[in-house]
């Protein structure tokens, strides 16, 4: 065994104690929370190359799996063993969380310089980003599921760390509680899984719960409905990953997520810990491909992967049109987050684990880009958020804007050049060839016109035109940015350029947005041989074959197409004032309407969900105030009456009496102590008294 | 009237005016001689019993009242060195005012 697949453990534990270290230092000691942070991460990086160099090298025997494993508690005549796993899933998962993650780490430094809980912010980063490699090392689906929890932990306390604003909270409670729905039915899942297969080791040299003899028995049995018992477990392990990846109907919170500081947003919501939940599921992939129709070539097909598929597409499709009428600079980016782990899922729906895990690499580095650039932009414009107050931003934020665009054209899907082109092209290529249904396709296609579109619209608004931010801030003072902003860019509302310290690290995410797209060309599909492990040429000629050609043109062409709708309705034509309409509100009002609002789901859940909860908790109110409190009352009320009862009796009867007896006795000893004198002779007296009538007794007794 | 009647009455007489002296008596040192009067009665009758009884060759009778005395002598030595422990504590030997066991 390699030695970095017995110290895996490490790259996970050295966040968790930099996060110990600085739990429990006196507070100002900002350089020691960020170096530590900072410094771990490095560390997680250097090892995770060295676990990374492992598993290269290995195409065409298979993919490469070592994995560690020990037990861990016993319980009844079992062990719960846990464990880890490399593999080439873990290790590229773990090079991009410890690289994305300290490059977030080092923004943060400069975009939280002015912060009063510095240290809590980087204790909280720390330990995020513990959790999240705890998911990506796990070989057994518990420990998987406990850093999972910590990941959902972090992500409540990073999202609510501005607490004092009543909308981080409560879009803190609403991430906690909405991820939560979806964990249950991962719990339910994993003890189902156990239930089933007795362990939840994944791989354990043919023993594990990912592996072909416990996939067999899962498929072979079938619960209501004649559905396979592996696709009911896969299916509930997936409402797992549905709460956390912000899938259709689950996503509601992850917008909301954005009143977290932005660096959280990047991290967090966007390039690790959303992705988990798609991780999950490639994680998990054979038990969803188990049972599989055979097909003659491309992905397997179930209806596990059949309910990914569908799922992924209409998130992706949803949350695009979304996105398109939004104003808040994150929140356009958030739901263009919602909408590409749709891409994701249906990428492992329709093309299996290493087309949506693609994506998600590519996604990871130019959404962390883009969510890292607008934090620079609203830390350049004094803490605003509002799209249609900024504008002409180029001119003061070069450097922004230029990785901003690569993050952009990277999202969009411009051809060729930038990653994200790649990562979508395969994700629709293989939707095109998915045999069951054609729409999950079109709506990919369509979700990438939206992607384009609304991308578009963004940087239009945002870098070019004239500044509009300065009539909001004349009128209405500096109320947007009250904390955490010193004093000096009061006086400046010029926007201004950020810092080395955060424009460095985009700068880095800048490169990779561009350069990740050549591992998984079709012309050179490193990526997909080094997930499964097979065999792969360098071969320039399937770049041109008609089927794949044919579909990068129309792709290209979709792209284009969004890319010039939003230049011409944003870009040529800049809106005046911040207060002016949107022009899609003034052609269309009532559907520009639908999409500020979201499809009004919020609204939807707030009339069902939410008044069905309240309903139910009036009903338990009500039962537990009447029926179980009526009850209650009635024990209350008989044991006050037995009491009284029992009172009058003691008092009356058992008292009395004894009080009357007691008191005769007294008496009567009393009388009786009379008796006793202590005088020796007057017993004797009483004795010879005593005698004599006996004798004369005795005397008489006989002679009758 | 038979000798045993004879000394029966006088023993009754004997532990009779012994009783009354007993029981009338203040004086610790009296009371102790009626004791003793009684005593000597019970002997008489031991005697009587004894002498004019069924087996007046067995000489049980003579040794049960030798006993008795040898009792009695002990039990006067015993009585007076008491009365006199107790006139040294109480300064009197009045019975009616030796009531308390505590002092």
Not at chain 1, 151 to 172: D, M, Q, R
Not at chain 1, 426 to 438: K, Q
Request: glycine share 10%; charged share 10%.
């Amino acid at each position: 065994m390699i030695w970095i697949v017995k110290n895996l453990w490490l790259i996970p534990a050295l966040p968790l104690l930099a996060a110990g270290i600085i739990a429990v230092n006196k507070q100002p000691a900002r350089k020691l929370a960020a170096t530590l942070a900072i410094g771990s991460m490095a560390l997680g990086f250097l090892l995770s190359l060295c676990a990374f160099a492992a598993t290269l090298g290995h195409h065409g025997e298979g993919a490469f799996r070592e994995t560690f494993s020990f037990n861990w508690i016993q319980f009844g005549g079992q062990w719960m063993s846990i464990g880890w796993v490399l593999d080439p899933l873990t290790a590229i998962m773990l090079v991009m969380v410890t690289f994305v993650g300290m490059l977030i780490f080092i923004f943060s430094v400069g975009y939280m310089a002015h912060d009063q809980n510095f240290m809590r912010f980087f204790n909280f980063l720390a330990l995020f980003a513990s959790g999240m490699l705890g998911v990506v090392i796990a070989n057994n689906l518990f420990l998987l599921f406990v850093s999972w929890e910590i990941v959902g932990l972090t992500s409540y306390l990073l999202i609510g760390f501005w607490y004092h604003k009543p909308s981080a909270a409560a879009a803190a409670k609403k991430a906690f509680i909405t991820t939560r729905i979806g964990d249950l039915g991962l719990l339910l899942g994993m003890v189902w899984l156990y239930a089933q297969t007795g362990t939840l080791n994944f791989y354990e040299h043919g023993h594990g719960c990912m592996e072909a003899s416990a996939l067999a028995g899962m498929v072979s049995k079938t619960i209501c409905g004649g559905m396979m018992v592996s696709t009911a477990i896969g299916l509930l392990i997936f409402l797992g990953a549905v709460g956390k990846s912000g899938q259709v109907p689950l996503h509601v919170w992850l917008p909301d997520a954005m009143e977290g500081p932005t660096p959280v947003s990047a991290l967090i919501h966007a390039a690790t810990m959303v992705a988990a939940g798609v991780f999950l599921v490639a994680r998990v992939y054979p038990l969803m491909a188990a049972g599989a129709t055979p097909v003659e070539h491309g992905a397997p097909v179930t209806t596990a992967l059949t309910v990914v598929t569908w799922i992924g597409a209409i998130t992706a499709i949803f949350a695009a049109t979304i996105a398109v009428a939004q104003n808040d600079i994150k929140r356009i980016l958030a739901y263009s987050t919602v909408s590409q782990l749709g891409y994701m899922m249906m990428g492992l729906g329709v093309g299996g684990v290493a087309v949506g895990m693609f994506h998600l690499i590519t996604h990871a580095f130019f959404k962390a880009l883009l969510f890292l650039g607008s934090g620079s932009v609203i830390h350049g414009c004094h803490e605003e958020q509002d799209v249609r107050k900024m504008g002409g931003l180029k001119k003061y934020m070069p450097v922004t804007f230029a990785v901003y665009a690569i993050g952009m054209l990277a999202l969009a899907g411009f051809p060729l050049f930038f990653s994200g082109f790649w990562s979508k092209d395969e994700i629709l290529h293989s939707a095109h060839n998915w045999p069951v249904s054609h729409i999950p396709f079109l709506l990919g296609c369509t979700g990438a016109l939206f992607t384009a579109f609304y991308m578009t619209r963004q940087v239009a608004l945002v870098f070019f035109g004239n500044y509009r931010g300065h009539e909001e801030k004349s009128a209405h003072g500096h109320s947007a940015h009250a904390h955490s902003h010193s004093s000096e860019s009061a006086h400046n509302h010029d926007p201004h350029e950020s810092p080395a310290v955060m424009t460095v690290p985009l700068i880095i995410l800048a490169g990779f947005a561009i350069l990740l797209g050549f591992v998984g060309t079709p012309a050179w599909p490193w990526f997909d041989g080094y997930l499964t492990g097979e065999e792969f040429n360098f071969d320039f000629s399937k770049l041109t074959e008609p089927g794949t050609l044919s579909l990068m043109v129309a792709s290209a062409a979709i792209v284009f197409t969004g890319l010039g709708l939003g230049w011409f309705l944003y870009g040529k034509r800049q809106r005046k004032t911040a207060a002016e309409k949107d022009v899609l509100e003034a052609a269309q009002p009532a559907i520009f309407k639908l999409l500020e609002n979201k499809y009004f789901i919020d609204e939807i859940y707030e009339a069902t969900v939410i008044r069905f909860n309240a309903f139910a908790a009036w009903l338990c109110d009500f039962a537990d105030q009447w029926i179980f409190g009526g009850a209650v009352l009635l024990v209350k009320y008989i044991t006050i009456g037995l009491a009284w009862l029992y009172r009058l009796t003691d008092e009356y009867f058992v008292n009395l009496g004894f009080d009357t007896g007691c008191e005769a006795l007294r008496e009567g000893g009393g009388g009786l102590s009379k008796l006793h004198t202590g005088r020796v002779q007057t017993y004797l007296r009483v004795i010879g008294v005593a005698l004599v009538a006996l004798i004369i007794f005795l005397i008489w007794g006989r002679k009758a | 009237m038979t000798p045993l009647q004879i000394c029966l009455l006088i023993s009754a007489l004997l532990f009779a005016i012994g009783f009354a002296g007993a029981v009338t008596r203040r004086h610790a040192i009296l009371a102790l001689v009626g004791i003793e009067l009684m005593l000597n009665a019970a002997n008489l009758n031991f005697i009587a019993f004894w002498r004019y009884g069924a087996h007046p060759e067995a000489l049980t009778g003579v040794l049960f009242v030798i006993f008795s005395i040898a009792i009695a002598a002990a039990e006067a030595a015993v009585g007076l060195a008491l009365v006199i422990a107790i006139y040294r504590h109480y300064k009197t030997s009045n019975l009616d005012e030796v009531k308390e066991l505590k002092g």
